[in-house]
């Protein structure tokens, strides 16, 4: 019977020379090319960044948050808002007996960034504005006091050169776990106060949901006067997991689009058609509820879709300014 075996084994490895060993995360990350999770069409990366990292069949990929501030502000001209010195690492953390900081570190290198935020002032579409976007590829945009002090930073500025809007488009799994309580106080508590700020001084928040937003950071998202969906087919946009929140509720079986963009039409203002429309999306309403006249004209203008949809929110709403 070793005969047998003999074969066995020679042709196991013979195998191995035409099967391929799966791509590590961090050669896919560095590949140029990826697959749509959608419509598994295989896509260029730099065809992707062209078209704002949106596939044809409208799925969103998580778009780089520098790229996000280059988009949204006119001409691209904008003040980075830096990141105040703060402590990111509580608790000393460790990760599989491996500092969390040495982890940040490469986090920092990847993105450019000194925290999961990248902040900037500037003008959009002739309005003052603030922005905050949120950096996935950061350790998933987790928050912890230096994102918080970043967080309020940012609507610091807003407040002295008496921004119009200050918008956060948001995609973070929560307040870090690296951080424990130290993460979750200084950005539930602080993210609070500061918008709190921006209303006492009459600043219009918009809030725009993207994928995965969860935890601490999907409430802060809910603290914003005008609440967005970067698209309706933007995904896990809830509190907590579907596996926790299908436990919550003894097992029962949740729908199919639970936490998906078209499912939140009753619980936000905008849903938009996809991440292009935010730009104009975002200052036609902010301009009918701040008084501000319109300006004569503007790029891109908004499809009929979103312009019906904002109109159906300026008739609806009736938030404080």
């Given at each position: 019977?070793?005969?047998?075996?003999?074969k066995?084994?020679?042709?196991?490895?013979?195998?191995?020379?035409?099967?391929?060993k799966?791509?590590?995360?961090n050669?896919?990350?560095?590949?140029?090319?990826?697959?749509?999770?959608?419509?598994?069409?295989l896509?260029?990366?730099?065809?992707?960044?062209?078209?704002?990292?949106?596939?044809?069949?409208?799925?969103?990929?998580?778009?780089?948050?520098?790229?996000?501030?280059?988009?949204?502000?006119?001409?691209?001209?904008?003040?980075?808002?830096?990141?105040?010195?703060?402590?990111?690492d509580?608790?000393?953390?460790k990760?599989?007996?491996?500092?969390?900081?040495?982890?940040r570190?490469?986090?920092?290198?990847?993105?450019?960034?000194?925290?999961?935020?990248?902040?900037?002032?500037?003008k959009?579409?002739?309005?003052?504005?603030?922005?905050?976007?949120s950096?996935?590829?950061?350790?998933?945009?987790?928050?912890?006091?230096?994102?918080?002090?970043?967080?309020?930073?940012?609507?610091?500025k807003?407040?002295?050169?008496?921004?119009?809007?200050?918008?956060?488009?948001?995609?973070?799994?929560?307040?870090?776990?690296?951080?424990?309580?130290?993460?979750?106080?200084?950005?539930?508590?602080?993210?609070?106060?500061?918008?709190?700020e921006?209303?006492?001084?009459?600043?219009?928040?918009?809030?725009?949901?993207?994928s995965?937003?969860?935890?601490?950071?999907?409430?802060?998202w809910?603290?914003?006067?005008?609440?967005?969906?970067?698209?309706?087919?933007?995904?896990?946009?809830?509190?907590?997991?579907?596996?926790?929140?299908?436990?919550?509720?003894?097992?029962?079986?949740?729908?199919?689009?639970?936490?998906?963009?078209?499912?939140?039409?009753?619980?936000?203002?905008?849903?938009?058609?996809?991440r292009?429309?935010?730009?104009?999306?975002?200052?036609?309403?902010a301009?009918?509820?701040l008084?501000?006249?319109?300006?004569?004209?503007?790029?891109?203008?908004?499809?009929?879709?979103?312009?019906?949809?904002?109109?159906?929110?300026?008739?609806?709403?009736?938030?404080?300014?």
């Open positions: 019977m070793n005969w047998i075996k003999d066995i084994k020679k042709f196991g490895d013979s195998l191995k020379k035409y099967t391929r799966r791509p590590s995360k050669e896919q990350e560095n590949a140029d090319w990826i697959n749509c999770p959608s419509c598994k069409k896509q260029y990366k730099k065809d992707l960044e062209s078209l704002q990292f949106i596939c044809s069949c409208n799925y969103h990929f998580d778009y780089p948050a520098k790229l996000r501030l280059k988009n949204i502000f006119d001409n691209s001209n904008f003040e980075e808002i830096p990141c105040p010195p703060a402590d990111s509580p608790l000393n953390f990760i599989n007996n491996k500092p969390y900081i040495s982890k570190k490469k986090y920092e290198e990847a993105t450019g960034l000194d925290s999961a935020f990248a902040c900037a002032s500037g959009i579409n002739g309005l003052t504005a603030v922005v905050v976007c950096e996935w590829k950061f350790g998933g945009s987790a928050m912890t006091p230096k994102e918080s002090e970043h967080f309020v930073s940012a609507a610091v807003a407040i002295e050169i008496k921004a119009d809007i200050f918008i956060s488009i948001l995609q973070s799994g929560g307040m870090a776990v690296t951080g424990g309580v130290p993460a979750l106080a200084s950005g539930m508590v602080k993210t609070q106060i500061a918008y709190s921006l209303k006492k001084a009459g600043i219009l928040s918009i809030g725009v949901a993207c995965k937003l969860s935890g601490g950071t999907y409430v802060m809910n603290n914003h006067d005008i609440l967005c969906v970067e698209s309706p087919s933007s995904h896990d946009i809830l509190f907590s997991g579907k596996r926790v929140t299908a436990n919550l509720k003894s097992g029962e079986q949740l729908p199919e689009d639970f936490g998906q963009g078209s499912s939140l039409d009753a619980l936000v203002d905008i849903i938009f058609s996809s292009l429309e935010i730009k104009d999306g975002v200052t036609k309403i301009r009918v509820l008084k501000k006249p319109k300006i004569k004209s503007i790029a891109d203008s908004p499809s009929e879709t979103i312009d019906e949809s904002i109109e159906k929110t300026l008739s609806e709403t009736s938030k404080a300014v």
